[in-house]
């Protein structure tokens, strides 16, 4: 694995919509190189007939059932978002085209 | 140079639960705006997300129709983007252990032929929000109803060669969907959605060229259209030497275009982790049995066994069972009719359709409301026995549905019977041939085909009702007498 550079912190940041200072750029990069590099310790072992790891919890099968239950309020709904109109959250025009 | 298309489709179908995917709001369809919201489907933070077992076992069940390996072992993963109709930032998909991996549908195409086109996987994940723009006005609005109601997209190989052969592949996806009761699949409902990978490349080439995704198609007709297009669209870049680019377009139905959509962010990174809030689902042969036992007889198998068993032909076979309550109803028919299912089956398709397409009524709410199969049995079946001709039969029928009487109080009231008394026939014929000297003339002179002058006026003369078949036996023998 390569070292983490600006450009992948700037990437990443812009994918996460984040904007940061250029020293905070620096800061990441050289933190997310060391994160990168105690993860590769891994590669020191032989792992061919361990399956990976997705989930830290041992449960299986956590499902419900499919029956219909209370939804919220509109007037608590609305209260949710910065700003609401005609039972919807109001954004910034959003043209798909 | 010849060119040849690639083409691989994704399906979306939203599958017919009563709650959405990951909470228990409601999935009903035109609900006033985020009427069906919560925390979970609206992202709040700190809540937790349980699967709806209808979800899973429906797109088990999809994936045993589409010939799937279910998997034993699947996990949801989040996928990483920002839109405003997606109240996370992230839509929990399944990305490298979907719940059913390789299959493969056989479709029937127009030339007889059939066409085998892979699978690759299907997998579950929540649908997004909708967003409502008002014309003019410099703001969208955010409605969450649809937020979290399931989808199982399905993902083909790239193995369709023609727009063809795409329309053939998702007529028949949407009809083993509706047969096995997983999904309502309507197309301009949106209950049903296709995306088109389409790529040309040299005809005989392996290597595939660069695909281009095309959305955008809501209906049957403009996913043929839309594909076609793109295909000529591409071609013409490359004999003009221009490189086509990987990107997502929009197809344009009133303007039979597609144009490039404006990209989201970055495109494709969607920096796929998995879903720490729901733990993997693990499917147990028993389970994935029991959801095979529930599987009905699919379109194609159904379509095989009406060619064969009731001796009709592949077009009419593929139209009746094109839908499942028009299968069963033509079924229905024939467990009371005594003739052969081929006339039944023209019934159905000629007077029945014709009927349905004028009331823009559904075979189901025919069926219950307007006339039962058995109605159209016996309407036959007076047909068969001889009560009526099959000409009759037409206008018996259309009185049936006028007044909904029965074809037996319909033919009582008008007094309709087949005249099939010989006595009584051959006196009408005798009048005929004495009153029409000339044509008898005609007639033993060698011209034959003047026997259909003569079998129009009797029916004139019988108002309809005469016997064919005895008409035409008494009226020879009469004119080749003598």
């Not at chain 1, 550079?5 to 750029?25: H, R």
């Not at chain 2, 594909?227 to 009133?254: K, M, S, W």
């Not at chain 2, 009719?337 to 349905?356: D, H, R, S």
């Amino acid at each position: 694995m390569p070292e983490i550079g600006l450009k992948d912190v700037e990437n990443t940041a812009k994918l996460a919509k984040l904007e940061f200072t250029g020293a905070e750029k620096e800061k990441f990069a050289g933190q997310f190189s060391k994160i990168v590099k105690f993860v590769e310790k891994i590669s020191e072992l032989n792992t061919d007939d361990i399956p990976p790891t997705t989930h830290a919890v041992e449960k299986r099968n956590v499902i419900r059932e499919d029956s219909v239950g209370e939804s919220m309020p509109i007037d608590v709904f609305e209260k949710t978002a910065p700003k609401a109109l005609d039972r919807s959250i109001v954004v910034p025009r959003v043209i798909e085209h | 140079m010849e060119y040849e298309a690639v083409i691989g489709l994704e399906v979306h179908v939203q599958l017919n639960t009563a709650t959405k995917i990951f909470c228990s709001c409601s999935t009903e369809f035109g609900a006033a705006p985020n009427s069906h919201v919560c925390e979970i489907c609206m992202g709040q933070p700190g809540v937790l997300p349980v699967l709806n077992r209808e979800a899973l076992d429906k797109a088990v069940k999809a994936g045993l129709s589409l010939n799937c390996g279910i998997s034993d072992y699947s996990k949801f993963d989040r996928k990483n983007y920002f839109y405003p109709d997606l109240p996370k930032g992230y839509q929990i998909s399944q990305f490298d252990y979907p719940i059913c991996g390789k299959g493969y549908l056989d479709i029937d195409l127009s030339d007889g032929s059939t066409k085998r086109v892979g699978i690759t996987r299907a997998h579950l994940e929540e649908d997004a929000g909708k967003l409502v723009h008002t014309e003019g006005a410099g703001y969208s609005l955010v409605d969450l109803n649809r937020a979290g109601v399931p989808l199982l997209e399905i993902v083909s190989e790239p193995d369709m060669r023609s727009s063809e052969e795409a329309f053939h592949y998702l007529k028949s996806l949407r009809n083993i969907m509706k047969y096995i009761g997983v999904s309502d699949v309507n197309l301009e409902e949106g209950s049903l959605r296709c995306d088109a990978n389409i790529s040309i490349r040299p005809k005989g080439d392996d290597k595939l060229g660069t695909k281009v995704e095309v959305k955008n198609m809501n209906s049957f007709n403009g996913v043929r259209k839309a594909i076609d297009h793109e295909i000529e669209r591409q071609i013409f870049a490359a004999e003009n030497g221009e490189r086509i680019v990987q990107e997502t377009r929009l197809y344009d139905a009133a303007a039979n275009k597609t144009h490039p959509m404006r990209s989201k962010e970055e495109a494709n990174d969607y920096r796929y982790f998995p879903e720490p809030d729901l733990p993997p689902v693990c499917v147990t042969p028993e389970e994935i049995d029991n959801i095979r036992k529930t599987l009905p007889e699919l379109p194609r198998e159904k379509m095989r066994r009406f060619e064969k068993d009731y001796n009709i032909t592949r077009q009419d076979a593929i139209t009746l069972t094109d839908d499942f309550d028009l299968a069963a109803y033509f079924e229905e028919c024939l467990k009371g009719y005594k003739g052969e299912p081929k006339k039944a089956a023209n019934w159905i398709q000629a007077e029945v359709m014709a009927v349905l397409n004028e009331l823009s009524m559904g075979i189901t709410e025919y069926a219950a409301k307007m006339m039962p199969a058995t109605q159209i049995a016996e309407l036959l079946n007076f047909v068969e026995d001889g009560t009526i001709t099959g000409k009759m039969a037409k206008d018996v029928y259309a009185a049936m549905v006028d007044t909904k009487k029965t074809a037996k109080q319909v033919i009582d009231e008008k007094g309709l019977k087949q005249v099939s008394d010989s006595g009584e026939l051959e006196k009408v014929v005798d009048k005929v041939i004495n009153d029409n000297p000339g044509e008898v003339e005609k007639y033993r002179s060698g011209k034959k085909n003047v026997i259909g002058f003569f079998v129009g006026q009797i029916m004139k003369e019988t108002r309809g009702q005469a016997n064919p078949k005895m008409v035409n036996d008494i009226l020879t023998k009469k004119l080749d007498q003598a």
